[in-house]
């Protein structure tokens, strides 16, 4: 595990992880229960196309999802992450 995101841990900041479904595993259950983690799913062009009043809907199961409007949701651009610190 990284030393330097440990480090942070023990400061009581607040952490935030990306990850998709290929990396989502791959993070330590001590480092997952204490950071906040951006599930990322990349779709965009279909998404691009809803109205603000459409909904989302992510499913999870049989009879099963996770809904919200597009209009609730926060829209990121590049610019947001220009203070962000980024150890790839």
Do not use: W
């Not at 998404?47 to 999870?60: F, N, V």
């Amino acid at each position: 595990m990284n030393k330097e995101l440990l480090e942070i841990l023990e400061t009581n900041q607040v952490v935030t992880i990306e990850a998709d479904r290929g990396t989502i595993n791959d993070i330590p259950l001590g480092v997952f229960n204490r950071v906040h983690v951006i599930y990322r799913i990349e779709d965009r062009y279909p998404i691009d196309l809803l109205k603000s009043t459409d909904t989302i809907s992510i499913d999870t199961g049989k009879y099963a999802s996770i809904q919200s409007m597009k209009g609730c949701m926060q829209r990121i651009t590049p610019d947001d992450y220009k203070y962000d610190r980024n150890n790839q």
